[in-house]
């Protein structure tokens, strides 16, 4: 049998459901793993590696950390609802959204997870969606429109930058929206501009912030048959 050992680092963000509390809180643990790729045939020792058998075997579960107690934010509300939690890359940055008016516009706030501070930064009205760059400071999230609630603007802000939105994409057909994210890998955020049948995408180096958006599929539609 052929073993390859990669040691590395898991971070596992979940949330938990506590007894005679309304709302979940949010935990972070780290673990270190072991990585083992077995082959399909161990009798063989020229066979490929079966990526399909790759196996995850943790071996150390440190204490689990809590990042963000729900309740304790939605205290002195009567409304409160979790968007999205979106941890830097370099796992000290926690950037989470919320909506305290039941409209889904949610507001994006940033923590320091190594003393679980606020950095005051907000940015309000948002889709609630965050989209990180590499540079660990970099984000990119969606505005809707105040009327139609439609998601028509892209902006990005880097912490540190006195709270500066840059807007980075602005859909005017009315009849599209536009979401952002990243692909699989990490190594590229997208940008997706879409209606009912259409659909237009544009995309940078995550690892590149500043760099523009460029169209690598131009509308594509769909044909209902």
Known sequence: MINIEILG?????HSLSLINRQLAIHLNKCNDFDVFLTPLDSANPNCSVDLNTLKLIKKLSNKEELILDVNLLAKDHEYFSIGSLSISPNNKILAY???VQSRRLYTIHFINLADNKSYGNKISNT???????????????????????????????SLGSNNKDILV???????????????????????NSHSTLTTECRFID??????????FSELLISYLI
């Open 206 to 215: 995550s690892s590149k912030p500043d760099s523009d958006f460029k169209i």
């Open 97 to 99: 959204s919320c909506d």
């Open 127 to 157: 889709s609630g969606s965050i989209t990180w760059a590499k540079d660990n400071k970099t984000i990119f999230y969606v505005k809707k429109d105040p009327q139609t609630l439609r998601l028509n603007k892209i902006y990005k802000n």
């Open 9 to 13: 680092k898991f971070y596992d963000n």
């Open 169 to 191: 994409f602005e859909e005017k057909d009315e009849e599209f929206s536009c979401v952002i994210g990243k692909t699989k890998s990490e190594k590229y955020i997208v940008i």
